[in-house]
């Protein structure tokens, strides 16, 4: 099983949960950078973890930060994602200028496309600029983690040939409106995650998420389609394997007595 969305240079033993992880039957992950600290500790982590699956770029909260540095990191360093990025319009002052976001984004979604890497996005209260972003360029493939929104809202980013990620917000009893994203979305496009340790769910909450919990998203989103969670388990591998390439289903090799 794969988790497609998570942090684990914001854990403080990324080694000890992948292992932890692995034992769940979790067996590979995506770990995400978003700032230049961020990504130069997933570098890290990669070079002590042969076979772990990073994505490096600069999230929207960081856009301040210099995207020529990020975008250097990324084309020198090959990562298997470009992301976490995107748009965050949330409060009456967002915490960075749309304008400032959207040099950003743009800047790391024309390099994804340069160097047909998929991009792992981050949306909120965004979703017009960023379908307007996207429709600028054409081609980009990629997934929509942690999605909220509603399923009509979710269309036309599946029009574009998007994913989308399930997190462990879809355990909660009150979101409605996710599960039923959850079980109306082709099954094509899912993926799950866990965004930990940053967002939580009924069986655990930030910031003790860890890749191991994406099981439970598992169990959560089979039970809402009615289907077996091996099924279902199997499939957004698959889709996972489409959207990044194989090489992240590649089990990250760790033991305990590592540093």
């Known amino acids: 099983m794969f988790d497609s969305h998570c942090h684990l240079t ?7 949960a992948i292992i932890d992880a692995q034992k769940a039957g979790v067996g590979s992950m995506l770990t995400c950078g978003h700032s230049l600290a ?7 982590l ?9 994505a490096l770029g600069l999230h929207p909260w960081n856009a301040d930060e210099d995207v020529e540095v990020a975008l250097d990191l990324i084309e020198r360093h090959q990562p298997a994602v470009v992301g976490e990025i995107g748009l965050d319009l949330w409060g009456e002052v967002p915490i960075q200028p749309l304008a400032r976001q959207l040099y950003v984004l743009e800047a790391q979604l024309h390099l994804a496309r340069k160097l047909n890497l ?23 493939r990629g997934a929509l983690h942690a999605w909220s929104g509603s399923y009509e809202q979710l269309r036309p980013f599946l029009d574009l040939g998007m994913y989308l990620g399930i997190g ?6 009150r979101a409605k409106r996710l599960q039923r994203v959850a079980a109306a979305a082709p099954l094509d496009r899912i993926l799950l995650e866990t965004d930990s340790p940053a967002i939580g769910m009924d069986i655990a909450e930030p910031p003790h998420v860890r890749p191991a919990h994406v099981t439970r998203v598992a169990e959560a989103v089979a039970k809402l389609r009615a289907m077996d969670v ?20 590649a089990r990250p090799r760790v033991t305990q007595g590592d540093p």
Not at 168 to 173: F, H
């Open 118 to 140: 998929a991009v792992t996005l981050h949306s909120r209260k965004a979703i017009e600029p960023l379908l307007g972003a996207l429709r600028n360029h054409p081609g980009v």
């Open 168 to 173: 462990g917000a879809v355990t909660r009893s």
């Open 10 to 16: 914001d854990l403080e033993d990324p080694q000890g």
């Open 230 to 249: 091996a099924e279902l388990e199997a499939r957004t591998d698959e889709n996972a394997a489409r959207l990044f390439g194989e090489r992240v289903l």
């Open 46 to 54: 990669r070079d002590r973890v042969p076979g772990l699956s990073i």
């Open 38 to 44: 961020s990504n130069r500790a997933e570098l890290s």
